[in-house]
């Protein structure tokens, strides 16, 4: 039963796969067609006006795909714009595979993805059709195969097509989504050789991200020190000594300082607590990520729905910074958004920890604006993780993160 379960599962997923790489496809269709008509065009030399901006859409579009295939496995990175001038673009090895990939997706994307469809569409109706066969005339009726119903016989053979519609969309429906996937597996990641100088130079940057972020965390404690728990323990000391001088000449004021002394004791120890954890909150340990989640999402002043589906647990590294990711997130949708309700979701999917936050303010969020979404964004890539917000005016703004999961 569990067998039978997983394979649904398994099969509603790939309905899935198959219906993003049907709008691929259709895309990568009219992509194929108008390059195609530009390049007829060019032979007569009408068309090398328009072929860049034909290899620009080609791009748009395996851009496209490549976003769809990182979010349900490997992470594909991108190439970047068309290079300038038409020589130099058709030589770039990038654009080559493109324009290979754009032909042979347009089909096998279209096929696998209208079979797929398909499928779990006619189990529903060839599978209902003895329910409501009186209501459709007897030339009428609908299936893969036709043939006349007559009565309730041939309808019930019908729903046992309709059977085998569904029982062939839960087995082979995984198996057309990895054949639509296929060819952007094969031909749009990067040539050999380019994928090693790509990954040193996002590593390099990485690097240097996570050096800065580094820098920043430093300054950020040592003015926390400075700024807070320095100045309330050099009040501590001020005060004990007046309290010492007083205890000769003033006893009751000497008491009263003492009590000062006491309380300026108890800040400086409230934000020595808070400064550590800044740095590592203490609560990951007791409660798990969940639980640090939870008592983010509880103490939010907007109304904050959470879902968290993490089974395992991550590398600490990596549930610290999710944490944080949430909290900066949180606070800005408080101070910035003018929301009335936050949606957070964080799940454990591929290898990859995925945190999404959504809410159902205003928008128009800025990285330049000093919102916070820079520090996130440098937290993230420091970690060799990808930040994508989604923030168009009027709203709602969506900030997706994806983390490596260590173990």
């Given at each position: 039963?569990?067998?039978?379960?997983?394979?649904?599962?398994?099969?509603?997923?790939?309905?899935?796969?198959?219906?993003?790489?049907?709008?691929?496809?259709?895309?990568?269709?009219?992509?194929?067609?108008?390059?195609?008509?530009?390049?007829?065009?060019?032979?007569?030399?009408?068309?090398?006006?328009?072929?860049?901006?034909?290899?620009?859409?080609?791009?748009?579009?395996?851009?496209?795909?490549?976003?769809?295939?990182?979010?349900?496995?490997?992470?594909?990175?991108?190439?970047?714009?068309?290079?300038?001038?038409?020589?130099?673009?058709?030589r770039d090895p990038f654009v080559r595979r493109e324009l290979g990939w754009v032909?042979?997706?347009?089909?096998?994307?279209?096929?696998?993805?209208?079979?797929?469809?398909?499928?779990?569409?006619?189990?529903?109706?060839?599978?209902?059709?003895?329910?409501?066969?009186?209501?459709?005339?007897?030339?009428?009726?609908?299936?893969?195969?036709?043939?006349?119903?007559?009565?309730?016989?041939?309808?019930?053979?019908?729903?046992?097509?309709?059977?085998?519609?569904?029982?062939?969309?839960?087995?082979?429906?995984?198996?057309?989504?990895?054949?639509?996937?296929?060819?952007?597996?094969?031909?749009?990641?990067?040539?050999?050789?380019?994928?090693?100088?790509?990954?040193?130079?996002?590593?390099?940057?990485?690097?240097?991200?996570?050096?800065?972020?580094?820098?920043?965390?430093?300054?950020?404690?040592?003015?926390?020190?400075?700024?807070?728990?320095?100045?309330?323990?050099?009040?501590?000391?001020?005060?004990?000594?007046?309290?010492?001088?007083?205890?000769?000449?003033?006893?009751?004021?000497?008491?009263?300082?003492?009590?000062?002394?006491?309380?300026?004791?108890?800040?400086?120890?409230?934000?020595?607590?808070?400064?550590?954890?800044?740095?590592?909150?203490?609560?990951?340990?007791?409660?798990?990520?969940?639980?640090?989640?939870?008592?983010?999402?509880?103490?939010?002043?907007?109304?904050?729905?959470?879902?968290?589906?993490?089974?395992?647990?991550?590398?600490?590294?990596?549930?610290?910074?999710?944490?944080?990711?949430?909290?900066?997130?949180?606070?800005?949708?408080?101070?910035?958004?003018?929301?009335?309700?936050?949606?957070?979701?964080?799940?454990?999917?591929?290898?990859?920890?995925?945190?999404?936050?959504?809410?159902?303010?205003?928008?128009?969020?800025?990285?330049?604006?000093?919102?916070?979404?820079?520090?996130?964004?440098?937290?993230?890539?420091?970690?060799?993780?990808?930040?994508?917000?989604?923030?168009?005016?009027?709203?709602?703004?969506?900030?997706?993160?994806?983390?490596?999961?260590?173990?």
């Amino acid at each position: 039963m569990a067998y039978v379960r997983g394979r649904v599962r398994a099969s509603v997923a790939a309905l899935e796969h198959l219906v993003g790489g049907l709008g691929t496809a259709t895309l990568a269709l009219g992509a194929l067609l108008w390059a195609a008509i530009v390049a007829v065009a060019c032979l007569v030399g009408v068309g090398l006006l328009a072929a860049p901006g034909a290899l620009r859409a080609v791009r748009w579009v395996s851009d496209r795909e490549r976003a769809r295939l990182s979010r349900w496995g490997e992470p594909i990175p991108t190439p970047g714009p068309v290079p300038t001038g038409l020589r130099t673009a058709t030589r770039d090895p990038f654009v080559r595979r493109e324009l290979g990939w754009v032909a042979l997706y347009s089909l096998v994307g279209l096929v696998t993805g209208l079979v797929g469809i398909a499928l779990p569409l006619y189990a529903v109706q060839d599978g209902t059709f003895p329910l409501w066969y009186r209501l459709v005339p007897p030339d009428a009726a609908p299936g893969i195969v036709w043939w006349r119903i007559d009565g309730l016989s041939d309808a019930l053979w019908v729903g046992v097509l309709g059977v085998g519609c569904l029982a062939a969309a839960i087995w082979f429906s995984p198996v057309l989504a990895r054949l639509q996937a296929w060819p952007g597996r094969r031909l749009l990641p990067p040539p050999p050789g380019v994928d090693l100088s790509l990954r040193v130079a996002e590593l390099t940057a990485t690097r240097a991200a996570a050096l800065d972020a580094h820098a920043v965390e430093l300054r950020r404690i040592e003015r926390s020190l400075h700024d807070g728990t320095q100045n309330r323990l050099v009040a501590v000391n001020v005060l004990l000594g007046a309290a010492r001088r007083a205890v000769r000449r003033n006893p009751d004021r000497a008491d009263e300082i003492l009590g000062q002394a006491q309380d300026a004791a108890e800040q400086a120890l409230g934000e020595l607590r808070t400064v550590v954890r800044g740095i590592l909150p203490p609560v990951l340990d007791d409660r798990g990520l969940a639980g640090a989640l939870a008592g983010l999402a509880g103490s939010c002043a907007v109304p904050c729905r959470l879902e968290v589906d993490v089974a395992v647990r991550c590398a600490a590294s990596v549930e610290a910074t999710a944490y944080f990711v949430v909290a900066e997130a949180l606070t800005n949708v408080v101070r910035h958004s003018g929301a009335s309700r936050v949606d957070v979701a964080v799940r454990r999917e591929h290898g990859r920890l995925l945190v999404s936050v959504e809410d159902d303010g205003h928008g128009d969020a800025d990285e330049t604006r000093g919102s916070g979404l820079t520090g996130i964004r440098r937290r993230v890539e420091a970690y060799d993780g990808r930040m994508t917000l989604t923030s168009p005016p009027g709203g709602p703004t969506r900030m997706d993160v994806e983390l490596p999961c260590g173990s």
